[in-house]
């Protein structure tokens, strides 16, 4: 805790003594909401301060976001036209009307553009492989015992439907088993890793609904983010006014380009102050808290949808019919919507448009990052023969505000997640109106 309050108090020493050079500073912000790098925030299980004694893991169920992958095509569209504004600021620089350190200039110059980014939309990139694969193999490292040889009735692996999800399943399950495992095809109904994808209901209320997203408009339109544009816009000092679609295409550059695995920050960073990087932060916070969190009502009942799969899946291991290791590939939407029914991070109030809270729970960065994942390892103890455990991990950390110390009872934990067990999509055919 000393090494860390003294490398804050430096990184703001710095910050102040000097001017703002992006490729030189020691503390670069590294939350970037829902694409924030894994390898950049992640724990690591091998690590974990939860140490049982007399117990034994007998059982893992994990849900994992896909690793990183391209942007979309509307998106990748937008940044790749954005590109131009290197061109600009270059410009602006030798004329003297940028405040940009040289460096970052010639960072900017010399950035290398790689056309898979916007020719392949929704690709795992190389990174994102190599995220899940390191899930799996610091999971296997954790529990040498229960992974090192699973048979094909130890284990289950399945991914939502989408490409980048079964190439990321394909990692996570390479990195459990240096042999080959059977991967379960993705199922046409959704099931439970995406159950909100065929309701009805969600996709028109909640998913295509402009009302859904109005709060992070709306925010955009505030004070503090109006300071932030104009912040950058003079950092550029670029003759054309920017627009919110300019500068969010600028923050993906950034973030899309950056590395977790190789530490490395995109030279499109640069344009941003950390306080524009948090203030960017929290437009996406806004659009996941109203469209997979508790925003909407609805998105609870689907995060319940996917934990009864956890019940009955260490209900099973606890009879002794159980797998050692349950293994799901998913979206963002559905981390945020599982967190939303287990009562996390949960703000006293919602958030708002009209100022960012500071101390928010709500944060996109640490609960729907590239690679996301909630993990629960059930374990047997020697106190009696119904004497179980519960440990959950986000992100390969202990998961501590769930259970008192992290670890769960066997009665708190069916307590939590019985009642999912009535949950249904019954609501997805009723319309607004009823």
Known sequence: MKLLTSLVTLCTIQSVISSYCFWNT??????????????????????????????????????????????????????????????????????????????????LRNWPINKDLFDRPFQLTKEGFLESEGIGRRLKQAFPKLLGKLESNDYLFRSAAEAWMAESIKGFVQGISSKPLTIQPPRPDYDILAPYDKCARYLKEVKTNPETFAASIKYQSSSEYLASRDRVQRRLGIDYSLTPTNITALYDLCRYTSSGITNTFSPWCALFTTEDLKVMEYVADLRHYYKSGYGTPMNELFGQITLTDLLKSFQEAKSGKGRKITGYVSHATMMDMVHTALKLFKDDAPLSSSKRKLDRKWRSSKMAIFSANLMAVLNKCNKGPDDYNVVFYLNEEPLQSICREGVCTWKEFEDKLTPFLNTNTDFCNVTSSS
Not at 77 to 91: E, F, H, P, T
């Open 26 to 107: 020691g503390c670069p912000y590294k939350y970037f909401s829902n694409k924030t790098p894994y390898n950049s925030v992640r724990g690591d299980i091998r690590d974990s301060v939860i140490k049982l004694t007399g117990c034994e893991p007998v059982s893992i169920w994990g849900l994992v976001r896909h690793g990183q992958r391209n942007p979309g095509t509307e998106f990748g569209k937008y940044m790749k036209a954005a590109l131009v504004v290197g061109d600009y600021l270059v410009s602006a620089y030798e004329k003297g009307n940028s405040s940009l350190c040289a460096q970052d200039i010639e960072n």
